[in-house]
């Protein structure tokens, strides 16, 4: 189980605000939250812009990747489990404003 910082959990809240009422995305490598562009055309999902990804890949191996779910729970929605088993990884989910 991943350990998020006050400062990783900040940086989410901040970015979901910034991005309020869409969707936030962005990735966390090593102990530094990358946020990244939502370029989904469904405004409710994400979409991570490649050049963002592949410029937090050139800092470190990706540890987790993260969003928000604007006036919603953090529960994992059907495609978010579908997403989390395909890219083998943590994700983080920030329910905003709560």
């Given at each position: 189980m991943m350990?998020?910082?006050e400062k990783i959990k900040n940086d989410i809240a901040t970015h979901a605000e910034q991005c309020y009422p869409l969707e936030c995305c962005g990735v966390i490598v090593g102990k530094q939250y990358i946020p990244c562009?939502?370029?989904?055309?469904d405004?409710?999902?994400f979409e991570i812009h490649?050049?963002?990804l592949a410029q937090a890949e050139d800092l470190?191996?990706?540890?987790?990747?993260?969003?928000?779910?604007?006036d919603a729970t953090a529960r994992?929605?059907?495609m978010d489990l579908l997403q989390i088993e395909l890219h083998n990884k943590p994700w983080v989910?920030?329910?905003y404003p709560d």
């Open positions: 350990k998020l910082t562009r939502n370029i989904a055309a405004k409710n999902q490649h050049e963002d470190g191996e990706i540890k987790a990747y993260v969003h928000s779910h604007p994992a929605s059907h989910i920030c329910a």
